[in-house]
């Protein structure tokens, strides 16, 4: 199984004020969010001059690789495009088909399992490869990599960073808050071979960083970021009002890790940094946002291993103990919505 290219695969984000709709429609096509949560959201990007930070993020993450790659002796071309804005990854495979790429190994900027972060991704790579029809190169996906010291590391010194930057006379007060972003909860039953495999993973990483980081300290793990008609549920709670119910039992401070990402993007310095920041400082509440992993380059070498384990299939290295599903079954994290609606009476 030789590769002649490496594939960053990422969420994508607006880089102007013009982009934001746009990429917004992209993001939610067929997914019925209302478009109140749409305007919502596009004020956010809008506080920030209508540029996200994914792509520079994305930009830094893919030339890190190559100097690491180059470094050692990992032959590779390295190239990048996303599932929602520009970079397509439908031209990025247009480009290496006309480069003669004839097998590309992909990483994708999500650590776990489940719809958004790993199917919807598969699905992206074959629609891309579809579109580019033939010739198109054979993509592979690396696995998920959550437990991956690579990741974990990284978090848990961000963690301790933060924690170092609270009241060191309240640490009897203070509560870690590990976030990611909610799902539907059909989507979250539907994850991985034996469903529920997002949060499983989640749990796990939280475990790591929280042992790593802050033996001592108690831990939750709650969601950010969540959108969709407001009659469907999400996983909860909501970072918000878990703040509220800490505030209320004594908490005095707390340190929120956003475990579920990989970089500083928008969901992490607007929904983190702006929103959960201001809720706290309503409730009284001491708050440090740990850091992403971004360009560490712990993250970074853990990118070359996760592809050199794929050309020598070479035992993953690894922290946890969750089976792993490398490659993923076909079946496992259904849309909910590619599913034909459950039948609510019997037909004649
Ligand atoms: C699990 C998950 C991850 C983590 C895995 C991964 O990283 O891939 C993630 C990441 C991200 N989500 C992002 C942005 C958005 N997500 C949205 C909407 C949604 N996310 C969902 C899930 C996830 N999302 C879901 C189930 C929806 C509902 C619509 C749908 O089923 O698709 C919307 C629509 C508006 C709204 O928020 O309602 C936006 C703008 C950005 C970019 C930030 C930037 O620009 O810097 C990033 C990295
Ligand atoms: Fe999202």
Sequence with gaps: MAYDAFLLISFGGPEHPDD???????VVRGRGVPDARLAEVAAHYQHFGGVSPINAQCRDLLAAVAEDFAA??????????NRNWRPMLRDTVAQLRDAGVRRAVAFVTSAYGGYSSCRQYREDIAAARA???????????VRHYADHPGFVA?????LRAALATLDPAARDRTRVVFTAHSVPLAAAAAAGPDGHLYETQLRETAAL?????APDLPYDLVWQSRSGPPQVPWLEPD??????????????QV???????????LEVVWDLDTEA???ARDLGLGFARAATPGTDPRFVTMVRELVTERLAAAAPRRLGTLALADPCPSTCCQSPRARPPARTSPRA
């Design 20 to 26: 934001v709709m746009p990429f917004l429609r992209n």
């Design 72 to 81: 050692h002796g990992v032959d590779l071309s390295c190239h990048w495009g």
């Design 131 to 141: 579109a580019v029809g033939p010739g198109a190169p054979v993509i592979d996906k």
């Design 154 to 158: 990284p978090h848990a010194d961000a």
């Design 209 to 213: 960083v929280a042992a790593a980081a």
């Design 239 to 252: 970072v918000n009002a878990h703040l509220a119910r800490l505030a209320a039992a004594g908490t005095a």
């Design 255 to 265: 340190a929120v890790s956003p475990i579920g990402f990989v970089s500083d993007h």
């Design 277 to 279: 920041a201001a809720t």
